[in-house]
Nanobody
Framework: QVQLVESGGSLVQPGGSLRLSCAASGFTFSTYDMGWYRQAPEKERELVAIISSGDGIHYSNSVKGRFTIYRDNAKNTVHLQMNSLNAEDTAVYYC?????????????WGQGTQVTVSL
């Protein structure tokens, strides 16, 4: 059974840094592309960064140069290092595999981790 557990979110001041982690289980992690997504209040979930099974990487324009995604296939984890945070980065952050798992007929998502950037 697929399971994704995000952690590392917290309240941080503008300009600060955070590292998010995602522990994955229930599938062959190394063979999947893995992405970080975020959903701000009253907005749709958006892709932040994705790392392929071959370590190809893509970032959204809004985080390019500030965020770094990396994975550890030995530990089945994917991380997001976030620097120079600003208020627009405030959101619940989720990790997920591509393609996403379907559980009971719907896409599976973990619980996410809250990132709040504020003074």
């Amino acid at each position: 059974q697929v399971q994704l557990v995000e952690s590392g979110g917290s309240l941080v001041q503008p300009g600060g840094s955070l590292r998010l982690s995602c522990a994955a289980s229930g599938f062959t992690f190394s063979t999947y592309d893995m992405g970080w997504y975020r959903q701000a209040p009253e907005k749709e979930r958006e892709l932040v960064a994705i790392i392929s099974s071959g370590d190809g990487i893509h970032y959204s324009n809004s985080v390019k140069g500030r965020f770094t995604i990396y994975r550890d296939n030995a530990k089945n984890t994917v991380h997001l290092q976030m620097n120079s945070l600003n208020a627009e980065d405030t959101a619940v952050y989720y990790c997920n595999r591509v393609p996403r798992a379907i559980v009971d007929g719907t896409e599976y998502w973990g619980q996410g981790t809250q990132v709040t950037v504020s003074l």
